[in-house]
Nanobody, 122 residues
């Protein structure tokens, strides 16, 4: 069993900042790429990439967040972070943590967290 548990969501004011965390735990042999995705409110909205970070630290960002978001990870803690500065209303969404993990049974699968709500509003 592998679990991803997110924290750090909530209400944030436009122009403020927030930091999301996600810890992977359980039967883990190795954690590969980790990332954050988000799904905006409303019917038919897709779950879109925010940022990813590989095990060696290489990062990838969606164009909509470049310059405002920093993804980082602590490999010793199997934890990924998302620092968002100057959020705006368009950043309001449920944020999901994702990780590609090889379990102790040597199976590699994609795992998702339960999601954390981020609301940007004054």
């Amino acid at each position: 069993q592998v679990q991803l548990v997110e924290s750090g969501g909530g209400l944030v004011q436009p122009g403020g900042s927030l930091r999301l965390s996600c810890e992977a735990s359980g039967s883990i042999f190795r954690v590969h790429t980790m990332g954050w995705y988000r799904q905006a409110p409303g019917p038919g909205e897709s779950r879109d990439l925010v940022a990813t970070i590989s095990s060696d630290g290489s990062t990838n960002y969606a164009d909509s967040v470049k310059g405002r978001v920093t993804i980082s990870r602590d490999n010793a803690k199997n934890t990924v972070y998302l620092q968002m500065n100057s959020p705006n209303a368009d950043d309001t969404a449920v944020y999901y943590c994702n990780a590609l993990i090889t379990t102790n049974g040597y199976r590699t699968n994609d795992f998702w967290g339960q999601g954390t709500q981020v609301t940007v509003s004054s």
